[in-house]
């Protein structure tokens, strides 16, 4: 937007100041941006992916009101604050301060849950302590004796767990028809550490050519479960005979050789390792079943022996956020009160009995009533519970009506999708009651059904009737027709992108000729180009028993585009990403896949159990399956776009083909900036270094030898079409296809992510940069790569989460063509667009939690959008 295009100034000073302007953002691909937007408004920031929107109200407007609010906080406290840092803007006028809601995953400790999150946990352990009824003679607990994460609460035999783990003979040695020398011993650690332990084992004198299950009773038990370390002279190498015959000479051993136990090795691993993959690893040999102490409630038994309604802490956590709110509105409207006054007519002196104990020294929960025998609560009791219930209620209303009622207190948070985490977020700001601030939110749409997606825009409007401005990120159409104000960035995505299209009210954009948005948000319903598919085959499954799923039976078509939707708990998630998945993966031979949950208690997030269910016909014509979710593709900036793709590997291979790297003997790994013989030695690769500020945010700077470069000046030196390796990993994919038309091993991956809508990525992009959606479309990218044969499921949860209607289009483009190519594809997904743009419909539902979990309708879009019952039939009548 040229700077003649904005609102002009307005005789009235108030009138100026409802608006915050924006003068030269030039954060990340922002080009010298103006813009003014109101207050007190909500405003939708929208564009194509990578086009800058996310740079300019968070990077620029969220970044500059925190770096505001930090300059009054003392020089120590921000020390301890992760701070943003300071955005590349010439002035931004008329900033309220600012709360930031992203999306993110769940914090990394699953002893995290909704309960700690929204605070309501604790409410709860303080009304079962204030207000629970105790069994006789046994004294008060306080609040922290009902926390399975405090020493006073925790159940002492699983540590508040709810699991007690043992290691077994089965889950160390999967597979006993295999010898010790063919790795019978799983639990053994990969390469040369487990050689060393086979090669010990022969110096013992234990055979290790007889399959597992042929050895002694005796042999078997001490190499498993021993504690002993003998040792040993190894001869590396050396068959047994040969070992034998060395013992006897007394010959000089390769090495003394330790051993450790299967068992020592696999607990003493996950008490002391650093490395996350390790401690996952031995995890997996680790068999969890329930606490037989506390039967899996994580709490001490004096906390369990004290009810509220009849339920002990760990029911009430586990009930749905709905069913909860009913079983607490008897104790909020005082229903519970006025049975105690009357039992207290009927005895008047008890009050006087309880003040008579208390000036004694005794406690006046010592002989309370017990709420189940006599159906009510002492007097001080009953005002508690009143106090506390109303208040919980209160809070999970909010909670309900951002379609959060399926969730329960006890859920972890490592198991929540960023949509819920940030809603759950959301709820806890709306009943701040903070005025005048500004919300800036990150895609609050994200994972909602649009059934739930009504609900958020009343949140919403909550907020903004509270006297708050809402800059919200979205590519939802819904979200923006709802909007006061949009702006709108682009044209395009990276350095095509950045500039501010149109700032105004919706309807506005109509007549923006190089608006991406405009083009769908006024557009007519979805309709598929070509005719619909009909199934090859049907997968079908039995009894399936997950989560929320009750001896489900269900039908999924195969060689066609199947979408699964359903309002957000409805169960979608554990039909098609848990269920489906593990019992496809079982049924192929493959080991089940890892847990969702990226949490660092790698035994807490172990799945008790698996899917219950079978599959029962179909599997025939499956060969591959093939998972495609938003984990990230690196957890540091060393992972890229081009080590990920491969396409780095062959890039590499290029710069040593060159005249002048064969001429200094330099191979392939001199061009990798992890290798140190190629890196710069100042920031070993990184590109950066970091300058510690005290109570200033870190700033990160181009390493002064390299200047952000990561490679040494001999490595820089060498050329391929006239650019280093350096500059070659600053192209753009865009960019980098046209310099590498002639070499078809790079050009394959990069024509594919261009076509998937990742041509703004630079291929030495940090995965730590990358969002969910990002992150998901170059997996995708990546298997795409692969030879179609034509016997491939895939499965993806919600690809489009994240992606502008434009971006959205060029994804069904490519998973359409792997069904051309006589492949399945089943998504879970809200989006109508693309449920109405698919072959066949699963609709799951009706309700969310205990409501859901079953298959409401199922057909082609055409079918489902008529049938009655359905929630999301007539939001799919309207979008197809």
Known sequence: MRRDDLPKPVADEHAVTKFVRVRGAREHNLKNVDVDIPRDALVVFTGISGSGKSSLAFGTLYAEAQRRYFESVAPYARRLIDQVGVPAVDSIDGLPPAVALRQQRGTPSTRSSVGSVTTLSSLLRMLYSRAGSYPSRQPMLYAEDFSPNTPQGACANCHGLGRVY?????????????????????????AWHGQNLRDILVTLGYDVDTPWRDLPKKDRNWILFTDEQPSVPVYAGFTPAETRAALRRKMEPSYQGTFTGARKYILHTFATTQSALMKKRVSRFMVGRLCPACHGKRLKRESLSVTFAGLDISEMSQMPLAQLMQVLAPAADDKLAQEADRATLNRPASRKATERRVAAGGSAHESAPDVRRTGNLSEEKRIAAQRIAHDVIDRLKTLHALGLGYLSLERSTPTLSPGELQRLRLATQIRSNLFG????????????????????????????????????????????????????????????????????????????????????????????????????????????????????????????????????????????SQALVELVSASLGHEPPLPEDEGDDELASTPLGATAGRIASGMATIRRLVRVDQK????????????????????????????????????????????????????????????????????????????????????????????????????????????????AAVQRPLQLLQDIGLGYLRLGQPATELSGGEAQRIKLATELQRAQRGDTLYVLDEPTTGLHPADVDKLMAQLHGLVDSGNTVIVVEHDMRVVAMSDWVIDMGPGAGQQGGRVVAAGTPADVASAPGSRTAPYLASAG
């Open 632 to 743: 990230p593709i690196g957890r540091t900036p060393r992972s890229n776009l081009a080590t990920y793709t491969g396409l780095f590997g062959h890039v590499r291979r290029l710069f040593a083909s060159t005249k002048a790297a064969r001429s200094r003997r330099y191979d392939a790994g001199r061009f990798s900036f992890n290798v140190p013989k190629g890196r710069c030695v100042t920031c070993e690769g990184e590109g950066f270094v970091s300058v510690e500020m005290l109570f200033m945010p870190s700033v990160y700077a181009p390493c002064p030898t390299c200047h952000g470069a990561r490679y040494n000046e001999h490595t820089l030196s060498v050329r391929w079409c006239d650019k280093n390796i350096a500059e070659v990993l600053g192209l753009t994919v865009n960019e980098a296809l046209a310099l590498f038309a002639e070499e």
């Open 437 to 576: 601030v500004v919300y800036v939110l990150d895609e609050p749409s994200a994972g909602l059904h649009p059934a739930d997606g009504e609900a958020l825009h009343v949140a919403l409007g909550q907020l903004q009737r509270s006297g708050n401005s809402l800059f919200v990120v979205e590519h939802d159409l819904e979200v923006m027709r709802h909007a006061d104000w949009i702006v709108d960035v682009g044209p395009e995505a990276g350095e095509q992108g950045g500039q501010v299209l149109y700032s105004g009210p919706p309807d506005g954009l109509r007549d923006v000729a190089t608006s991406a948005t405009a083009r769908y948000l006024f557009a007519g319903p979805a309709r598929r180009q070509a005719a619909a598919r009909s199934p090859a085959a049907w997968l079908k499954l039995e009894g399936i028993t997950r989560n929320n799923l009750r001896h489900l039976n269900a039908e999924l078509p195969l060689g066609v585009f199947t979408a699964v939707t359903g309002v957000s708990g409805s169960g979608k998630s554990s039909l098609v």
């Open 166 to 190: 043992e290691v077994t003979e089965k889950s160390m040695v999967p597979d006993d028809s295999l010898t010790i020398r063919e790795r019978a011993i799983a639990a053994w650690p990969p």
